[in-house]
Nanobody
C-alpha cells in the first residue's frame, strides 16, 4: 500500500505562484502515470495535469502555459508549479498515481487565490 501526501497549498493573491508537492511513501516508479486533480466547491473533480513514467505531460486547457507538472523519481515526489494564479484556480488539489488497475489518491491540499 502506497500513501500519497500533498503539501504546498496556501492562500495567495492573483498573479502569484505556488508549488505543490506530492510525496509517496514508496517508489513512484510503480506508477505508470501520476496526475494532479482539483475540486472546487459544488463542482466535479477535474484533471489539471498528468505526467507519465516516461515524462510525457498533459494539461487542461485552462492551465496550459501557467502550470508545470514534473516528477522526481529519486525523491518519490511529483510537483505542480503554478504561476499566474487566478481566482478560478481556487480548489482543493489532489494527486493520484495509477498502478495497473489501482488508483491511489492523496488527501488533498487547499489552494485559495484572492482577487
Amino acid at each position: 500500500q502506497v500513501q500519497l501526501v500533498e503539501s504546498g497549498g496556501d492562500l495567495v493573491q492573483a498573479g502569484g505562484s505556488l508549488r505543490l508537492s506530492c510525496l509517496a511513501s514508496g517508489s513512484i516508479l510503480r506508477f505508470s502515470a501520476m496526475g494532479w486533480y482539483r475540486q472546487a466547491p459544488g463542482k466535479q473533480r477535474e484533471l489539471v495535469a498528468s505526467v507519465d513514467r516516461d515524462g510525457s505531460t498533459n494539461y487542461a486547457d485552462s492551465v496550459k502555459g501557467r502550470f508545470d507538472i514534473s516528477r522526481d523519481n529519486a525523491k518519490n515526489t511529483m510537483y505542480l508549479q503554478m504561476n499566474s494564479l487566478k481566482p478560478e484556480d481556487t480548489a482543493a488539489y489532489y494527486c493520484n498515481g495509477k498502478d495497473g488497475l489501482l488508483l491511489y489518491w492523496g488527501q488533498g491540499t487547499q489552494v485559495t487565490v484572492s482577487s
